[in-house]
Nanobody, 120 residues
Framework: QLQLVESGGGLVQPGGSLRLSCGAS????????IGWFRQAPGKEREGVSC????????YYTDSVKGRFTISRDNAKNTVYLQMNSLKPEETAVYYC?????????????WGQGTQVTVSS
């Protein structure tokens, strides 16, 4: 059964850090691009970052550049999102999803999401 499972969310103070994990089962994660998305209450889902399968290229939305880092550990079949200097407005449910290409999108499998709350 194909599955993506996010973990690592939680409550963190403004300026703090979290590392999210996206684990895959039923398929080899390094054959796919993996994207991270977030959705805050009352807002549309937003693409945050993506890592390609071919050459490991990484992409970030402008608001997180310099603070978030996406990486993959193929041996663990896991993609990570290291989030530093978190802001209250980044409170959201964070999802990972797979695609054939970061540039083309077309994400076909999604995880259930993990809640990130940035608050003092």
């Amino acid at each position: 059964q194909l599955q993506l499972v996010e973990s690592g969310g939680g409550l963190v103070q403004p300026g703090g850090s979290l590392r999210l994990s996206c684990g895959a089962s039923g398929f080899t994660l390094d054959n796919y691009a993996i994207g991270w998305f977030r959705q805050a209450p009352g807002k549309e889902r937003e693409g945050v970052s993506c890592i390609s399968s071919s050459d490991g290229s990484t992409y970030y939305t402008d608001s997180v550049k310099g603070r978030f880092t996406i990486s993959r550990d193929n041996a663990k079949n896991t993609v990570y999102l290291q989030m530093n200097s978190l802001k209250p407005e980044e409170t959201a449910v964070y999802y990972c999803a797979r695609s054939s290409s970061c540039r083309r999108g077309g994400y076909d499998y999604w995880g259930q999401g993990t809640q990130v709350t940035v608050s003092s």
